[in-house]
Nanobody, 126 residues
Framework: GLQLVESGGGSVQAGGSLRLSCAVS????????VGWFRQAPGKEREGVAA????????FYADSVKGRFTISQDSANNTVYLQMNSLSPEDTAMFYC???????????????????WGQGSQVTVSS
């Protein structure tokens, strides 16, 4: 199966930036789709962004469009989530997830994924 190792995260003041990384192994990159999700205390897990490994097509939740950027380094099987203009409402545990299902129809839905990273805490203070 797929293995995911996350890094990054931390604490930042409102308006600041952070970058998360997700190293993926165990499957041909061209068939992998990777997504980023977040879960705040007492809230459901929500999709943030996703990328098709095959062609780099990206998807974003409306709440992060224009602020977050997902990208991939296919040579190193790593996906990044650059987060800019962070606000306290972005505070959450962030998870990367991956699936070997080729181009899932709803790449922002957590139900499309069956492999998950360990999670990275992002805390934004006002």
């Amino acid at each position: 199966g797929l293995q995911l190792v996350e890094s990054g995260g931390g604490s930042v003041q409102a308006g600041g930036s952070l970058r998360l990384s997700c190293a993926v192994s165990g499957y041909p990159w061209r068939r992998v789709t990777v997504g980023w999700f977040r879960q705040a205390p007492g809230k459901e897990r929500e999709g943030v962004a996703a990328i098709y490994g095959a062609d780099g097509k990206t998807f974003y939740a409306d709440s992060v469009k224009g602020r977050f950027t997902i990208s991939q380094d296919s040579a190193n099987n790593t996906v990044y989530l650059q987060m800019n203009s962070l606000s306290p409402e972005d505070t959450a545990m962030f998870y990367c997830a991956a699936t070997g299902a080729f181009r899932p129809a709803d790449p922002i839905s957590p139900h499309s994924y069956n492999y998950w990273g360990q999670g990275s805490q992002v805390t934004v203070s006002s």
